[in-house]
T-cell receptor, first 113, second 114 residues
Framework: DSGVTQTPKHLITATGQRVTLRCSPRSGDLSVYWYQQSLDQGLQFLIQ???????AKGNILERFSAQQFPDLHSELNLSSLELGDSALYFC????????????FGPGTRLTVT | GQQLNQSPQSMFIQEGEDVSMNCTSS?????WLWYKQDPGEGPVLLIALYKAGELTSNGRLTAQFGITRKDSFLNISASIPSDVGIYFCAGQGIGSSNTGKLIFGQGTTLQVKP
């Protein structure tokens, strides 16, 4: 158990819908990262927040957004969902914003039908 | 997106054998990490490397940060059935624009025959 929690575990929704994925980092970690894992693209970095502020952006679509709240939990919002958005979404956390040692949560499996 | 070149893609070995896998990149990294992922689970951090030439062990696992800073390898000695899974290398590039961004290899799927 990494100490990172994610909810829900599974999510099935229809195209065009909007969903919110939730992540709680390890106790004491200030940085939260979101990744997407699909069969054809592997693990792709989406976005990083550190202590409530956005710090780094990867290949995140404009239809996706995230935020980190004062209690340090984070939410990833996915809107106007398409079939191709079906994937595993992972949250990871680390103590600092620049150190690479990241600990991953169990993931949310999103299926768009 | 950008990815590291990880090899081999898959390995099928006998229990007790040693395993070696590696990752190479066209750019310099300041951090190399190795993760293991079981089906339906999140990646679990195995070893973290921060200096060129660094050699670090974690039980039967040994990893090295290449001298050129463009490669890393992971060795598993005396494999056991629970070593089965997908192993990923990950690296963080230099420069402020790469801070916080991990780039992942494509993964090596390991199967161990008892």
């Amino acid at each position: 158990d990494s100490g990172v929690t994610q909810t829900p575990k599974h999510l099935i929704t229809a195209t065009g819908q909007r969903v919110t994925l939730r992540c709680s980092p390890r106790s004491g970690d200030l940085s939260v990262y979101w990744y997407q894992q699909s069969l054809d693209q592997g693990l792709q970095f989406l976005i990083q927040y550190y202590n409530g502020e956005e710090r780094a952006k990867g290949n995140i679509l404009e239809r996706f957004s995230a935020q980190q709240f004062p209690d340090l939990h984070s939410e990833l919002n996915l809107s106007s969902l398409e079939l191709g958005d079906s994937a595993l979404y992972f949250c990871a956390s680390s103590v600092e914003q620049s150190i690479g040692e990241q600990y991953f949560g169990p993931g949310t499996r999103l299926t768009v039908t | 997106g950008q990815q590291l070149n990880q090899s081999p893609q898959s390995m099928f070995i006998q229990e007790g054998e040693d395993v070696s896998m590696n990752c190479t990149s066209s750019s310099i990294f300041n951090t190399w990490l190795w993760y293991k992922q079981d089906p339906g689970e999140g990646p679990v951090l195995l070893i973290a490397l921060y200096k060129a030439g660094e050699l670090t062990s974690n039980g039967r696992l040994t990893a090295q940060f290449g001298i050129t800073r463009k490669d890393s390898f992971l060795n598993i000695s005396a494999s056991i059935p629970s070593d089965v899974g997908i192993y990923f290398c990950a690296g963080q590039g230099i420069g402020s624009s790469n801070t916080g961004k991990l780039i992942f290899g494509q993964g090596t799927t390991l199967q161990v025959k008892p």
